[in-house]
């Protein structure tokens, strides 16, 4: 007999079938963004990142993005409406979703000119979504664990226990030895991509002012949520003072460098967006 239509399935059934739809699809976008990344870069290092290839793979990164993360705000939506539970903060609170804010980036990135280094976050934090998905469902699917032989002194009750493959631990491994340095690394290359804009703005590149403004309240936000992000800009202090304070440095640098650590405290202090939302606290990440 044929499987019935899926209008017909029950209603957990249809529920957990698009559950696995909206998962494998987020996995694809992944996936899919790696691969344009990878085919960039190629035209990138032979100088013609503004060919018809090296744009399409340029702006459909991007899309692929997009798709990712509005996938995982629709499913947190998704799950809210299910319990009754209201966003904290009402239509601010959901600014402070650092998915929220990923995709609103990836929207920003696929209008405006382009910059190459945009693309690196969203591929290092994709290179890790994919191996995860690969680890808990490819893996599993193609070859799935053996059931080992339960010992003398185990318990007839007791649960089966099953060996993973060899595969899928060596993708757990690299993910829990690389992922802190590699959200690190998104933190550095997220500053330095700010520098880069704001050197795009002083030239007045076009649509540099709209962008540096929206991309500084966009690391203002992660500043605020990732410890990584702050690690970051604390280690830049350090260094900027240690040159700054060696012998020799003219005293105008050191001012000029005293005044920029004054406004960005000001900024710091003027731009909390937990003043705005309900008085709570947006939950910090560490990624």
């Not at 899309?63 to 539970?85: D, E, F, H, L, P």
């Amino acid at each position: 007999m044929a499987p019935p239509p899926p209008a017909d399935m029950p209603l957990p059934q249809r529920l957990q079938k698009l559950a696995s739809t909206l998962q494998f699809a987020w996995f694809a976008g992944h996936a899919a963004l790696i691969l344009c990344i990878t085919r960039y870069a190629f035209s990138w290092l032979r100088f013609n990142y503004y060919g018809g290839m090296a744009q399409f793979c340029y702006r459909f990164a991007f899309i692929a993005a997009a798709s990712t993360y509005g996938i995982v705000v629709y499913k947190t939506w998704r799950a809210r409406q299910k319990t009754g539970a209201k966003q904290p903060g009402g239509p601010l609170g959901y600014l402070s979703d650092e998915n929220v804010q990923y995709l609103l980036m990836a929207l920003v990135w696929l209008l405006m000119p382009q910059y190459p280094l945009a693309l690196l976050p969203y591929g290092i934090y994709s290179v890790f979504h994919v191996a995860t998905y690969t680890r808990a469902n490819v893996i599993p699917t193609i070859a799935p664990p053996q059931k080992l032989a339960p010992s003398a002194a185990a318990s007839p009750n007791g649960k089966p226990q099953y060996a993973p493959h060899p595969m899928a631990d060596a993708i757990g491994s690299f993910v829990k030895r690389y992922y802190d340095a590699s959200m690190s690394v998104v933190a550095s290359l997220e500053i330095g991509l700010w520098a880069r804009i704001f050197l795009s703005a002083l030239f007045f590149q076009r649509r540099s002012w709209i962008l540096i403004a929206i991309y500084t309240a966009f690391l203002r936000a992660r500043y605020a949520q990732s410890s990584h992000v702050q690690n970051s800009f604390a280690q830049l202090e350090a260094r900027v003072d240690n040159l700054i304070g060696a012998q020799g440095t003219p005293p105008v640098a050191r001012q000029a460098w005293d005044a920029v650590k004054g406004i960005a405290r000001q900024f710091h202090g003027a731009t909390d967006i937990n003043k705005y939302v309900s008085g709570a606290a947006a939950p910090k990440k560490t990624s």
